[in-house]
């Protein structure tokens, strides 16, 4: 049914008679949903009828550069058009000196002094997807089939992100965004009036489930798109318009239009838009008579046109499971599946108008075929409960037709058929209905097609080698559902380089992989896994991500290797971390990834660095971090074996020299010095067996013996290196026994030797189970001390024992025990056996309890 005009605002009864108005002038609007089926089966009857001879659709100019290639016969939708342009962003930045820092890059740096602005490049990128029933995609197979003029109309993006986007907005979009559609309080109000969940079903109710010929009366059938646009449209102000950019782009479309006119006043235009922008387009147009463009306007145009030679466009493969709104795509119809399905029974209704079939059966025909794969699907789940068996089928399809009845459908439409999944389906609460049911549900109305672009369509040369690669290393590129792939990365030369291309992509952010399980050699982790697990998926975003790193050359390992400098020189002139530390990781990445002439030149340099650290905390990390590389050599496959073990070597030697950073007394950098420390002890016992690692540990402690005089302010660092001594039998139980009579003497500080007595806990906390010289010294302590000293002393004593397991706990408390005579019994904090008395005793206390509760009004508070 035809929307009624009768009580529209004036504003739009003016524009209904200038839409007819330029039909005389032989421009023909019409007014779109993106996606939409409808719109796309009433925009060929129109097409069909009119026979123009210029097609212009609602997309930036630049497109014309490709229109070759979206009309080439081996383009298989969906598919997008990436738009991507570069804008400089002029950021302050600090003035640097790096000619005292040591770089790691192979390039020489200049000296630079200066405090200026120094521009940074943003690349904004921007999709326009195209399915089979999009309206712009009809328009364009309709105009080559009748050979139709093509001319893409919208502001070239460049401008466009001038207008609607700023530094620190997301960089990528959509160029058909719905946003004021949704947000509408017209729209809302709709939504109340005819009962529905959301504008995607206001949609579907008053436009979807039209009846075919009612579609096909493409006349009503776009005035009443067009109302149902402007009237969202007129929740907007002007301003809000301006700033949003809608009015700067409707301006260089309506000047497209007129000069076409005017250079051609027999032209026959269909205008392909957003219905959106159709209210601005027709009031620019037409104002009693048809407005021409001025000259001035024709020159801004002409200048504006200009700039699509900034932006660049790809033809890249979409696919279902992107273009679906319920998965976050900015505009369109939601589940593509289910309307790819619906557009495919509208061209079959078109070949079968004269046999017996009508668009209601069609509808029927479309609900029993999807409601069948749902089923199916629902059946595959490993937690089928039988609830998709025959009768609840049958029950769903018949449910889904008496609701269409019931709402005044033509036929049952997507919120039909899911309200009916929904009431035979789930047997249960329906909050408490499995998620994995609805993913299920979702992900059969969504599908998840992956389009086709020819072999020969420009593409930047890296995605081309990026996609051949993968396809040579036998990964699934065909759809976008994700895929598990298991790696051999010992036994297998090709896995091993399977492995480090996927460590490649996810270092430069392309998103096509992410790994599950596998030895993590930066950090140390799982070290003896021998496999690797990724989960893989070539999307459109990856395609995009590829496109963009284009611009930094042809080869991923190059782009790679400069990403590493970059960051090296980034922290060289944040000054925010350990330049060692940051080159061994680099080292690690260079290896996973197969950069070997980069990882050759790094380390070569490597030593340059450890002499230029002067942390004993890093050198240590990037000595645990060169042993986890040492591990990983055969995987790996670096040749540069005696290197490492030679830059080893130095790492150590070079952090005996800042041993004398222990003295430092303050408690918390006490504590951080003991973790070194214990670090420090970690990477000497696992030195590989081709270094003299004896000789290395001996010379430690007796670098630390050396120290020892130095650390009468750090009793915590004391007290680790005599546990550890004893540990390491480089110091004898009688000379550990008189290091601690020594700390524990009546003339040492409470504060000190308890921080001692942590030092040694820390460290070994089983000395204070086996040495009695150390729990005898610590009893006299606490005998002598006052009760105020014990608790002052308390919370550190609390955290001293906090050390010990369960196990040991109840070992030292069986030898305390035993040192005062205390039975078993008399440990256990619970009591199992109660005498009469007791029990008196405590039901009177009950009683005087309850009675002084009463007293003060107490008895709510025990009832809340």
């Known amino acids: 049914m035809t929307i009624s005009h009768s009580l529209l605002p004036e504003r739009l009864s003016k524009a209904v008679e200038s839409l007819k108005a330029l039909q005389r002038e032989q421009i023909y609007f019409a007014p779109v949903r993106h996606h939409s089926p409808a719109c796309s089966y009433a925009l060929k009857q129109l097409i069909k009828e009119v026979q123009p001879t210029h097609i212009l659709i609602e997309a930036p100019s630049s497109f014309d550069t490709i229109l070759e290639q979206l009309l080439h016969n081996g383009v298989k939708p969906p598919v997008a058009v990436l738009c991507q342009t570069q804008k400089n962003i002029a950021e302050p930045t600090k003035s640097q000196n790096t000619t005292d820092q040591q770089t790691i890059s192979s390039e020489p740096k200049t000296e630079d002094n200066t405090s200026d602005l120094t521009p940074k490049s943003i690349t904004y990128s921007a999709f326009y997807p195209f399915c089979h029933y999009s309206p712009e995609w009809l328009a364009m197979q309709m105009a080559k089939k009748q050979q139709v003029n ?34 509408s309080q017209y729209i809302q109000r709709l939504m109340q009036k005819l009962h529905c969940r959301d504008h995607d079903e206001v949609w579907e109710h008053l436009f979807e489930l039209k009846d075919y010929d009612d579609i096909v009366d493409w ?18 102000s002007q301003e809000s318009l301006i700033a949003e950019g809608s009015v700067q782009r409707e ?47 024709v020159i801004q145009f002409n200048r504006q046109r200009k700039s699509s030679t900034q932006d660049q466009t790809w033809l890249i493969r979409y696919s279902f499971d992107r273009l679906d709104a319920l998965n976050g795509y900015a505009s369109g119809m939601p589940s593509p599946a289910y309307y790819q399905t619906a557009w495919q029974a509208m061209l079959h209704y078109d070949k079968t108008v004269n046999q017996d079939q009508s668009g209601r059966k069609s509808r029927q025909q479309l609900t029993l075929t999807l409601m069948s794969e749902i089923a199916n699907k629902l059946r595959q789940q490993p937690n089928y409960n039988n609830s998709t068996g025959f009768v609840p089928l049958k029950s769903a ?50 599908g998840n097609l992956l389009g086709n672009v020819p072999t020969g369509t420009s593409q930047p040369p890296l995605v081309n080698d990026v996609y051949s690669t993968l396809k040579k290393y036998r990964f699934k590129l065909d759809d976008t559902n994700p895929k598990l792939t298991h790696i051999d990365i010992y036994r297998k030369p090709e896995h091993r380089q399977r492995s480090r291309f996927l460590h490649l992509m996810t270092f430069l952010n392309v998103g096509f992989a992410n790994r599950l399980d596998g030895p993590n050699y930066i950090h140390g982790q799982r070290l003896n896994v021998m496999f690797e697990d990724w989960r893989y998926a070539w999307t459109p975003m990856v395609e995009a991500r590829l496109i963009e790193l284009s611009q930094q050359g042809t080869k991923l390992e190059q782009i790679a290797i400069n990403k590493l400098q ?116 970690d990477l000497l016992n696992h030195l590989p067996d081709e270094l003299d690692a004896d000789q290395l540990k001996q010379d430690f402690y007796l670098n630390l013996f050396r120290l020892q005089p130095e650390l009468t302010q750090a009793p915590l660092i004391r007290g680790a290196i005599d546990s550890m001594s004893y540990l390491d039998s480089y110091l004898s139980q009688s000379q550990l026994e008189n290091n601690i009579r020594i700390n524990f003497s009546l003339g040492t500080q409470n504060e000190q030797t ?111």
């Open 150 to 183: 093509i001319q893409f109309i919208d502001l070239p993006w460049s401008l466009q992100t001038d207008q609607s986007i700023d530094s620190d907005s997301d960089h990528n979009r959509s160029l058909l965004s719905e946003t004021y559609l949704k947000h």
């Open 754 to 864: 308890i921080s001692y007595f942590i030092g040694i806990m820390q460290c070994t906390p089983e000395l204070v189970i086996h040495s009695s010289i150390l729990l005898d010294s610590l009893d006299q302590l606490l005998i002598d001390w006052s009760p105020e000293q014990f608790i002052e002393i308390l919370p550190d004593l609390r955290y001293a024992f906090s050390q010990l397991n369960p196990k040991q706990n109840a070992s030292l408390a069986e030898k305390i025990a035993k040192k005062y005579h205390i039975s078993d019994a008399d440990l256990h904090f619970q009591q199992h056996q109660f005498s009469e008395n007791q029990l008196q005793k405590a039901l009177s206390l009950e009683v005087l309890i309850t009675e002084h509760i009463k007293q003060q009004h107490l008895t709510v508070w025990f009832k809340q």
């Open 219 to 236: 006349q009503n059938f776009f005035a009443d798109t067009f109302i149902w646009c402007a009237m969202s449209r007129l929740d907007y």
């Open 566 to 681: 970059l960051d090296a020189e980034q922290l060289i002139h944040d000054k925010t971390g350990s330049v060692s530390l940051l080159a061994v990781e680099q080292l690690t990445q260079a290896a996973l990834m197969g950069l070997d002439d980069y990882f050759n030149d790094l380390i070569d340099k490597f030593a340059n660095f450890i002499e230029n650290d002067g942390e004993l905390d890093s050198l240590i990390s990037c000595g645990h971090r060169m042993l986890y590389l040492w591990q990983g050599r055969t995987f790996l496959q670096f040749k540069a074996t005696s290197t490492l073990l030679s830059l080893l070597t130095k790492i150590v030697k070079q952090s005996f020299f800042l041993l004398n950073k222990l003295k430092q007394h303050e408690n918390e950098q006490q504590q951080q010095n003991l973790g070194v420390l214990l670090s420090f002890r």
């Open 397 to 446: 399809i018949e449910q889904a037709t008496l609701l269409a009845d019931l709402r005044g459908h033509n036929g049952p439409g997507r919120y039909d058929l899911l309200d009916a999944i929904q009431s035979c389906f789930i047997k249960e609460s329906i909050d408490t209905a499995h998620g994995e049911f609805w993913l299920s549900v979702q992900s059969c109305l969504s």
């Open 251 to 297: 301006q260089y479309m309506i000047t497209a239009i007129g000069q076409l006119k005017k250079s051609n006043p027999e032209a026959k235009i269909v205008v392909v838009t957003g219905g959106f922008h159709t209210l601005a387009l027709l009031e620019g147009l037409w104002q009693n008579q048809l407005i021409l463009p001025k000259r001035s306007d």
